[in-house]
């Protein structure tokens, strides 16, 4: 099985990433999405998440890579595990610098000139990615890809993305993992349209629902 079915396949099997087009979560932005990802979940499930770090590991082992660093704190994890599949040193970026002491961004060591692979659990933006990476040049290394999980497809990020100089890898999709639970007859063709829909535009397909469950509530 490719890599990005097989992570699919892992992700939706223990409801890490989770579809719900006809219920949908509402995010903290308010906007209502047919689709949650939770990748922490993969912490408790040793068998899943080892078919996620292997699979990290070979994106890593086709890179120059020195040290494997995750984004604070999802990222975490999935760097260390991977970092120890493949014997390499590890350390993590915050998303701000410590208030105390040595005022740390970057925890454990990135020397100047050294090549730094960031592990991310899951785009959606892209801004902790890639202000990690940021973190890190700034730091005087440089980066030789951003890995992901997991990606949204959002235009937004896809737009983002395109503009590094840097490779941005994702082990799985929302597009890969939708066509998959449809495979697996976890959705129906309508369902399926209606998320192909939201990842177009989430904001017009959120305002859409929303109209929706008003009529719904005026008529009966």
Request: negative net charge; contains cysteine.
């Amino acid at each position: 099985m490719e890599t990005a079915s097989a992570v699919a396949n892992t992700l939706l099997s223990i409801n890490a990433v989770s579809l719900s087009p006809d219920n949908p979560y509402t995010w903290s932005s308010g906007l209502k999405s047919p689709i949650y990802c939770d990748n922490r979940l993969l912490l408790s499930f040793p068998d899943e998440r080892k078919v996620v770090y292997e699979a990290l590991a070979e994106k890593i082992k086709q890179l120059d890579v020195d040290v494997v660093a995750g984004t604070a704190t999802a990222g975490i994890p999935h760097a260390a595990w991977a970092a120890e599949k493949l014997g390499l040193p590890m350390a993590y970026v915050r998303s701000s610098s410590k208030g105390h002491g040595k005022q740390n961004k970057i925890e454990g060591k990135i020397a100047p000139g050294s090549k730094v692979v960031i592990i991310e659990d899951l785009i959606s933006t892209g801004g902790s990615a890639f202000n990690a990476a940021q973190a890190v040049e700034e730091a005087g290394a440089e980066i030789a890809a951003v890995i992901a999980v997991f990606t949204y497809e959002l235009e937004a990020a896809e737009t983002a993305a395109s503009e590094k100089t840097y490779p941005v890898i994702t082990l799985t999709s929302f597009s890969e993992l939708a066509e998959t639970a449809a495979v697996n007859g976890d959705l129906t063709e309508q369902q399926l349209e209606s998320l192909k829909m939201w990842q177009k535009n989430p904001e017009s397909w959120s305002t859409a629902y929303e109209r929706q469950e008003e009529d719904e509530e005026i008529h009966g």
